[in-house]
């Protein structure tokens, strides 16, 4: 009934009604409207905002097996958000989500693996679960393991490789990996050398604000390049 009333199926959108009846389903156990309810207290939606609130019901979701709750747990555990600060539980979190197949999670959880938060640093385990996020489409993972693959972080360096995932990451709108790509294109690594190629990623990169890209471009644009 919450959800019919945040979705308005059959009944007029009404978020303080999807309140009451999510809190009334969230009492009884059901890990659906505890992470539910967890995320109306944290927007403030039918209710007045309440990062401890949305951390208690995330945390009973999560304690359920919830996926989506885990990496919001994992999130406010990150960022102190309705408890302390916590990375080693941020970790931990973010790990049980990750290996439930949350994409998200699989590249926070690479992030954490990469600068040692909450657990020690670890460069392969970090290109492992990247390219676990990156295969499910995270154009930001994509872009972390063209990094890996690049300067063979965790992995052996391999330009294809790197070429390949900024691609990806470049195709979904990822900003460093379009200046990145265009570097690719300009030095043929990973690639034939292709001066058209590489002055259409730095424009997009430098539309995006980049300010390499920016550098680049006009560069480009002085040396009749591309």
């Known amino acids: 009934l919450g959800y019919m009333y945040i979705k308005g199926n059959g009944v007029s959108p009404d978020t303080t009604k999807a309140f009451y009846w999510y809190k009334k389903s969230a009492e009884q156990g059901d890990k659906n409207a505890q992470f539910s309810l967890g995320y109306m207290y944290f927007l403030g939606q039918g209710t007045l905002p309440d990062t401890a609130k949305a951390f208690y019901w995330y945390?009973?979701?999560?304690?359920?097996?919830?996926?989506?709750?885990?990496?919001?747990?994992?999130?406010?555990?990150?960022?102190?958000?309705?408890?302390?600060?916590?990375?080693?539980?941020?970790?931990?979190?973010?790990?049980?989500?990750?290996?439930?197949?949350?994409?998200?999670?699989?590249?926070?959880?690479?992030?954490?693996?990469?600068?040692?938060?909450?657990?020690?640093?670890?460069?392969?385990?970090?290109?492992?679960?990247?390219?676990?996020?990156?295969?499910?489409?995270?154009?930001?993972?994509?872009?972390?393991?063209?990094?890996?693959?690049?300067?063979?972080?965790?992995?052996?360096?391999?330009?294809n490789q790197a070429f390949y995932w900024y691609k990806k990451s470049a195709e979904q709108g990822n900003v460093d990996a379009q200046f990145e790509l265009a570097g690719m294109y300009i030095n043929g690594q990973g690639t034939s050398p292709d001066t058209t190629k590489a002055f259409y990623w730095s424009k997009k990169s430098a539309e995006q604000g980049n300010v390499d890209a920016q550098f680049e471009l006009g560069y480009m644009y002085i040396n009749g390049l591309g």
């Open 59 to 159: 945390k009973k979701s999560a304690e359920q097996g919830d996926k989506n709750a885990r990496i919001l747990l994992g999130f406010m555990y990150f960022f102190g958000q309705g408890t302390s600060p916590d990375t080693t539980k941020a970790f931990y979190w973010f790990k049980k989500s990750a290996e439930q197949g949350n994409v998200d999670a699989q590249f926070e959880l690479g992030y954490m693996y990469f600068f040692g938060q909450g657990t020690s640093p670890d460069t392969t385990k970090a290109f492992y679960w990247f390219k676990k996020s990156a295969e499910q489409g995270n154009a930001d993972a994509q872009f972390e393991l063209a990094d890996m693959y690049f300067f063979g972080l965790g992995t052996l360096t391999d330009p």
